[in-house]
């Protein structure tokens, strides 16, 4: 009857929150709520921990997670490669330097600048390395970024790179989730908590103010401000290589709608770009620009093309630098600058292809970078001080290998023309670079591999460093197939499995998905996976589903709000058509997902208990009708909508995980992990959302972290355990 009576008092807040009997799960630090989470890791804990297989897993992760051999991470700063190194030794991380040839060598000479274990000793914290933003084009001091076991929310504090100290009486903005950039070397741009009623409903900041060497943080003068209802106000600083700077405001309408904003010596001007566009970087005065939706009154600059705004003449109408061609799409998250490119990952059917544009007197001209097909691409490190960039290139079973490009070197330049506009009867625009990309065919990584003849690859690409192989791969392969949604939408997936694998049903599969913010699943090497699930002989599968930015904002806006539903069909038609062609069936079949993805498990857990016999719920939303109200959820009305409109909370109450789990119903024993100190999404959901299971005696496997942020880990050793809890839990129900 109490599922009943709450399904029926859904249409107000105040009603749904009189009937949730799990708010005290809420107080995420109360002694009640942290018993009860600890009474749950013990019961959960004990059978995963005697598995047989666990302290195998686990033995395994730890000599993947924390081995001598992994690729160091390049950073560029200051003509030196600096990088954050986490070991046995060192879980929370060094801070570290070398030069670029010494990089290249297969044992670099480290200068250590931070050892944050140290740091964290001596000051009697967890610090959790997040960044440094160093100011440019000087980069001599810096702002490092600490966390306090892994929160979103950080302590910046001045550091000085030739004496590797921290600045004495510097710039220091204390702990809190907050906006933070350079101005000038003397002058900082910041967002934070200023105290009560400074702080978007999201959690974020939304005044920003200038502060001034040698001010407190009380004297900082106000410079801009935006609405409580924001998301937030973000403050970026791009310089380019001849130096012209562009401080831009970023004000939050949604999490994907802004206004965009420019501080100059006259004050703050709005730009002319639309709602539904990411800033990218600076390059020749250019500001590059990814477009989410058409620029108004110019229909040849549509979603998902690159454009530059003139930054001497803002108000002109942008180039174009790119258009995607069918089957292709930016990927947003990909897109940096060198001191005279931009550089740009480009998916062909969710295979990266990388390229760079330089501007010219004549417009955008495009060169290809030779790099391994068939494979993942991302962008690693550039700078504005050289045309110097580092690539990772990665695939299922191919091990990293990280390339430095010099992209001025690079041979076979095209000019690129603005497109012509589209036709009446809807025809794609002609011209543009998306051809380009099209046509290229890099060679594979055992060709660049076994050449070192600058005439054969030309010196503008080097390969580096090469991950060793962290499982045996000789006896797996990679397909690519499709499977046809509800609506009749082709959703593409990969299937890493044996060659000799039987088509019989029998083949334990995991099968993983995302499905929003226009995030994109790329084919990446994943050590763990392959050394504790495919060398064993299980089948990975990933699913890019809408929701996603695998074929450009069109894909994305196709699950938003209520659309959402097609997200969860895209994906459980995935499993459908592994189950037709008998790679798997339900027995065999569990899914992950993370974040969002958590989310995704948790309906298809409820909508389709009958398609899998494992899911794993990580970090998840499962609560849709607070969401808004729980750490950063305000923040994602614009992927999820909201319930304060009637249309939008009817959805959201129909596919809500935890409002929709019902008695009777013969689910699969879920593993639902979360971590205390997850301030953006919260470990509520997760929770309350095993609270009813338990209610209902319905069987479940729950752990929360205490540390780790929404990331799920604060060091080495502690993702190594998750790891292998995962794995023994998929081991015990799908084998």
């Avoid at 804990?45 to 991470?73: C, G, N, V």
């Avoid at 060497?213 to 310089?239: M, P």
């Avoid at 010099?406 to 330049?413: C, Q, T």
Wanted: glycine share 8%.
């Amino acid at each position: 009857m109490r599922l009943l009576f709450a399904i029926v008092l859904v249409t107000t807040p105040a009603l749904a929150e009189t009937t949730d009997p799990y708010l005290w799960l809420e107080q995420v630090q109360s002694p009640k709520a942290l018993a009860w989470v600890q009474q749950e890791n013990e019961r959960t804990l004990k059978p995963l921990l005697t598995d047989p297989h666990y302290q195998t897993f686990l033995d395994q992760s730890l000599a993947i997670t924390q081995a001598k051999d992994r690729i160091p991470e390049p950073e560029f700063l200051d003509a030196l490669v600096y990088n954050i190194w986490q070991d046995a030794g060192h879980p929370q991380g060094l801070w570290r330097r070398t030069s670029p040839p010494d990089y290249a060598t297969a044992a670099p000479h480290w200068q250590t600048v931070i050892d944050v274990d140290a740091l964290g000793h001596a000051e009697h914290h967890t610090w959790v390395w997040k960044g440094a933003n160093c100011q440019e084009p000087a980069e001599v001091r810096c702002l490092v970024d600490l966390s306090e076991g892994g929160e979103d929310a950080v302590t910046a504090r001045e550091f000085d790179l030739p004496t590797s100290s921290f600045v004495s009486a510097g710039f220091a903005i204390p702990h809190a989730k907050q906006t933070v950039d350079w101005e000038g070397a003397n002058t900082l741009l910041v967002g934070t908590d200023w105290g009560p009623g400074s702080m978007t409903d999201s959690g974020y900041p939304f005044v920003i103010k200038r502060l001034r060497r040698g001010e407190k943080l009380s004297d900082a003068v106000e410079v801009f401000r935006g609405t409580k209802q924001d998301v937030s106000v973000v403050v970026s600083t791009f310089v380019d290589g001849q130096g012209h700077q562009a401080v831009v405001l970023q004000r939050g309408l949604d999490f994907f709608r802004s206004a965009f904003f420019v501080v100059t010596g006259k004050g703050v001007t709005k730009l002319a770009l639309p709602e539904k566009a990411q800033v990218a970087g600076l390059v020749d005065n250019q500001l590059v620009v990814a477009l989410n939706q058409d620029l108004p009154g110019t229909p040849t600059l549509a979603a998902g093309s690159l454009v530059a705004l003139d930054m001497a003449h803002p108000d002109a109408r942008p180039s174009l630098i790119w258009a995607p061609g069918p089957r292709q799409a930016l990927d947003q998250d990909q897109v940096r600058v060198t001191a005279g490119h931009v550089l740009a990952v480009v998916l062909d059917n969710v295979r990266g292809r990388a390229v760079a544009f330089e501007h010219g007197d004549n417009g955008w001209s495009a060169r290809t970078v030779a790099l391994p097909d068939n494979a993942a691409i991302s962008i690693v490190a550039t700078t504005p001080r050289s045309d110097l960039a580092a690539l990772q290139v990665t695939s299922f079973l191919l091990p990293n290998s990280m390339y430095f490009a010099d992209l001025g070197a690079l041979p076979g330049a095209q000019t690129i023309t603005a497109a012509p506009t589209a036709g009446a009867t809807g025809d794609k625009p002609v011209g543009g670079a998306g051809g380009i990309v099209v046509n290229a065919k890099p060679e594979s990584l055992q060709a660049l591999q076994g050449k070192s003849d600058a005439s054969e690859t030309g010196s503008a690409v080097r390969l580096v460093k090469s991950l060793p192989a962290k499982f045996d791969a000789s006896r797996d392969t990679v397909e690519q197939f499709e499977a046809t949604s509800t609506d009749g939408t082709k959703i593409p997936y990969f299937v890493v499995h044996p060659k000799a694998m039987a088509y019989d049903g029998n083949n334990p599969t995991l099968l993983t998905g995302y499905g929003g913010f226009q995030v994109s699943e790329t084919p990446v090497y994943n050590p763990g996976v392959g050394k504790l699930w495919l060398e064993s002989g299980g089948v990975y599968v990933l699913a890019n589903i809408r929701g996603g930015g695998e074929f450009g904002p069109a894909w994305h806006e196709a699950g938003l709000k209520t659309n959402r539903q097609r997200i969860y069909d895209d994906f459980a038609s995935v499993a459908r058509d592994l189950i037709a062609r008998k790679i798997t069936s339900p027995r065999h079949l569990g899914i992950r997902g993370r974040s969002n993805g958590g989310l995704l498990m948790g309906v298809e857990f409820e909508q389709h208990p009958d398609l899998w016999h494992a899911v794993i719920i990580g970090v998840p939303l499962l609560d849709m009708l607070r969401f808004e109200k729980i750490a950063a959820g305000a923040s994602w009305v614009g992927e999820y909508g909201s319930v304060s409109n009637p249309l939008e909370r009817a959805f959201l109450a129909k596919i809500s995980p935890y409002q929709n789990l019902r008695e009777g119903v013969h689910y699969p024993e879920p593993f639902i992990f979360t971590t205390t100190l997850d301030d953006r999404v919260g470990p509520q959901h997760a929770r309350k959302f095993a609270a009813e299971m338990q209610a209902m005696e319905l069987p479940f496997f729950y752990h929360e972290s205490i540390e780790g942020g929404h990331a799920g880990q604060a060091n080495l050793r502690e993702a190594a355990e998750n790891q292998a809890l995962e794995m023994t839990y998929l081991t015990m129900e799908l084998k």
